[in-house]
């Protein structure tokens, strides 16, 4: 009797670290989310290198070891701070093309407007 009573408590107490753990999980990798969509518009192609490092951790081992106490709803939760994080990254290539062609188009415009000038002369 002694024995299968502290089994139930090892037990108990194992699944309630395993429910905190998954807790501090959520909240943490939120909290990862958040500071990226916060910080993206200044973000480098390095910045995003590294976050992308981090996104990997978080999304791999760190998910791994609290994978069993996930239910179907933390996983829709996580999926779409997953998405978050894709759709940052899809803003800065959008911005960074767009940079890049403004870019070109202006230097563009000036080397056709100095051709014409050499032409006019």
């Known amino acids: 009797m002694r024995i299968l009573l502290l089994s139930f ?3 108990f107490l194992f699944a309630c670290s395993q429910e905190s753990r998954k807790d501090a999980y959520i909240k943490s990798f939120n909290a990862f989310i958040e500071k990226i969509e916060k910080e993206a518009p200044e973000y480098t192609k390095a910045d995003w290198e590294v976050a992308e490092t981090e996104l990997d951790e978080w999304t791999g081992i760190k998910r791994h070891e609290i994978q069993a106490a996930l239910t179907n709803e933390d996983e829709e939760f996580l ?4 998405n978050r994080f894709e759709y940052a990254y899809a803003q800065f290539l959008k911005d960074r093309l767009l940079n890049g062609l403004n870019k070109t188009l202006k ?4 080397e ?8 006019v002369e």
Request: hydrophobic share 35%; with cysteine; charged share 45%.
């Open 9 to 11: 408590c090892a037990l």
């Open 112 to 119: 056709i407007r100095e051709e014409v000038e050499k032409l």
């Open 107 to 110: 230097n563009a415009k000036k």
């Open 79 to 82: 999926n779409k701070l997953e």
